[in-house]
């Protein structure tokens, strides 16, 4: 079982976070537009050695991974996607927004870098679309992190639905687009906000990044279609553990003031080597609350020995 040493413990626990903002990758990651599966996926890939694969979520882009991709690659390959419909990959208007779709996405990424077998870290939306991943192509994922979100039909996902923080689960209808074009940044800024321990840690300039790229065309009906797929996921999930809980070993991270050990209790429905781990001071937003353990956290179970 992946344990902190004591005094590496301590450290993250008595630090204080530093303040994070997007950060441009360094110049030894190479973009590509990886056509694959009806979408074009933008992909940030550098380092050399095992693969590792980052998911982001809604809200952000694989731009947020900058500290922790930097660091993996001093000894792995780290590839970090845009999911389909945000950032810089293409937003399919015929849709493939539910995650077992997306799934094959990661799946069409890996195959044109001719990448047999990678471990997951994945955060938000980031987390459905690995645990499909993982489910569908098992033999292909080493370890996998989970990062403060459920998973739909999972576990207590009718009890989570009930949370009026996440009444955006069911925002929809025709209206929706028309209601938040040109408003993006108001839509975001209460993500940001309401699932932080501290806004403030969710800097102005990391606001107005991931704003801007929210406000291109098709984005925000990429992010609405993330969440109308939650049904359909919901059912995929459901065949997913019919079929067998995920062998590999997984660390159900979550933020201290958000899902905290709720994500451990989601991944022991889906999972049966489950390490539960607890991001200190910090909301949703770990790698902008507190990069600094985040970062610590993930390495040492990547690390880990089998």
Same mark, same amino acid.
């Given at each position: #079982?992946? +344990?902190?040493? !004591?005094?590496?413990?301590?450290? &993250?626990?008595?630090a204080?976070?530093? #303040?994070?903002?997007?950060?441009?990758?360094?110049?030894? *990651?190479? $973009?590509?537009? %990886?056509?694959?599966?009806?979408?074009? %996926?933008?992909?940030?890939?550098?380092?050399?050695?095992?693969?590792?694969?980052?998911?982001?979520?809604?809200g952000?882009?694989?731009d947020?991974? /900058?500290?922790?991709?930097?660091?993996l690659?001093?000894?792995?390959?780290?590839?970090?996607? =845009?999911?389909?419909?945000?950032?810089?990959?293409?937003?399919?208007?015929?849709?493939?927004?539910?995650?077992?779709?997306?799934?094959?996405?990661?799946?069409?990424?890996?195959?044109?870098?001719?990448?047999?077998?990678?471990?997951?870290?994945?955060?938000?939306?980031g987390?459905?679309?690995?645990?499909?991943?993982?489910a569908?192509?098992? @033999?292909?994922?080493?370890?996998?992190?989970?990062i =403060?979100?459920? &998973?739909?039909?999972?576990?207590?996902?009718?009890? %989570?639905?009930?949370?009026?923080?996440?009444?955006? *689960?069911?925002?929809?209808? !025709?209206?929706m /687009?028309?209601?938040?074009?040109?408003?993006e940044?108001?839509?975001?800024?209460?993500?940001?906000?309401?699932?932080?321990?501290?806004?403030?840690?969710?800097?102005?300039?990391?606001?107005?990044?991931?704003?801007?790229?929210?406000?291109?065309?098709g984005? #925000?009906?990429?992010?609405?279609?993330? *969440?109308a797929a939650? =049904?359909?996921?919901?059912? =995929?999930?459901?065949?997913?553990?019919?079929?067998?809980?995920l $062998?590999? !070993?997984?660390?159900a991270?979550?933020?201290?003031?958000?899902?905290? !050990?709720? #994500?451990?209790?989601?991944?022991?429905?889906?999972?049966?080597?489950? $390490?539960?781990?607890?991001?200190?001071?910090?909301g949703?937003?770990?790698?902008? /609350?507190?990069? +600094?353990?985040?970062?610590?956290m993930?390495?040492?179970?990547? @690390?880990?020995?089998?």
């Open positions: #079982m992946f +344990k902190l040493a !004591p005094i590496a413990l301590a450290t &993250l626990l008595l204080t976070p530093a #303040m994070a903002q997007v950060k441009p990758f360094p110049a030894s *990651f190479k $973009t590509q537009e %990886i056509a694959t599966n009806g979408a074009t %996926i933008h992909v940030r890939v550098g380092g050399s050695g095992p693969a590792v694969v980052l998911l982001h979520g809604y952000e882009t694989g947020m991974w /900058e500290p922790l991709a930097v660091e690659a001093k000894d792995h390959t780290v590839v970090v996607p =845009d999911l389909r419909g945000l950032g810089l990959s293409s937003k399919p208007a015929s849709g493939g927004y539910d995650k077992k779709n997306q799934g094959q996405d990661v799946a069409g990424v890996l195959d044109a870098l001719k990448i047999n077998k990678a471990d997951l870290v994945t955060h938000d939306i987390n459905m679309v690995g645990y499909a991943f993982a569908e192509h098992r @033999d292909r994922v080493g370890r996998f992190v989970l =403060d979100a459920p &998973l739909p039909g999972v576990g207590p996902w009718d009890e %989570i639905l009930k949370n009026p923080l996440l009444w955006h *689960f069911r925002f929809g209808g !025709p209206d /687009e028309r209601l938040v074009a040109g408003r940044r108001i839509y975001l800024d209460r993500f940001w906000n309401e699932f932080s321990a501290n806004p403030a840690r969710f800097t102005e300039a990391s606001r107005q990044h991931y704003a801007k790229l929210y406000a291109q065309p984005a #925000m009906h990429g992010g609405f279609s993330q *969440f939650f =049904d359909q996921d919901a059912i =995929d999930n459901k065949a997913f553990v019919a079929e067998g809980k $062998t590999v !070993p997984v660390l991270l979550g933020g201290e003031k958000s899902f905290g !050990p709720m #994500m451990a209790t989601v991944m022991r429905f889906a999972a049966s080597n489950v $390490t539960q781990g607890v991001v200190p001071d910090s949703h937003w770990i790698m902008e /609350e507190n990069p +600094k353990a985040t970062v610590a993930v390495r040492d179970f990547l @690390d880990a020995k089998p």
